[in-house]
């Protein structure tokens, strides 16, 4: 299901799009807040296909959905609505841009669509979870007017800041 906001298509992925996924998930600088522990580079194109694949296989509402600007056609980052892990039914949306597009208010943007969505579709409430000290999502968690619940301990093997969408 594609999604499209004032300047943005949030599309499924394509096998053409593996080369940014390995340009973003290759960077050190950016896979430091997607997970726990040491960052994971991927290191090459199949990876890159393998991700995109998985991210496809998503059953509905959930989905990774690639960020594309309408007015040219660069993709510049994803947006994810996606189960917590071993919540017991929760879902989280999550965003990740390539450092050269930060400051155009494309997550905000993105994170909102993905956000309205999930609410849309009737789950009743949504999370966005991230590493305590990543104050740039922090900010587009507050500008998305999210709930913030403060800083919890499940899930994840580090706290994570987290706020709320209902």
């Excluded at 194109?45 to 690639?66: C, G, H, M, S, T």
């Excluded at 956000?115 to 991230?130: F, K, N, Q, T, Y």
């Amino acid at each position: 299901m594609d999604l499209e906001t004032g300047r943005l298509h949030l599309r499924s992925f394509t096998p053409d799009d593996a080369g940014f996924v390995l340009d973003v998930l290759g960077r050190a600088d950016v896979v430091r807040w997607l997970d726990d522990g040491e960052p994971q580079l991927m290191g090459d194109l199949d990876a890159a296909r393998a991700k995109i694949v998985f991210w496809n296989e998503l059953v509905a509402p959930l989905q990774q959905w690639a960020v594309e600007v309408r007015e040219t056609g660069t993709v510049v980052g994803w947006v994810c609505l996606v189960p917590v892990p071993d919540s017991g039914g929760l879902f989280q949306v999550g965003w990740t841009l390539h450092p050269d597009q930060h400051g155009h208010g494309y997550a905000t943007e993105a994170a909102r669509a993905a956000i309205d969505h999930g609410l849309g579709a009737g789950l009743g409430e949504i999370r966005v979870l991230m590493m305590v000290d990543n104050a740039a999502s922090v900010r587009v968690a507050e500008r998305l007017g999210l709930r913030d619940l403060g800083v919890t301990e499940q899930w994840y093997e580090s706290p994570s800041r987290m706020f709320l969408a209902t």
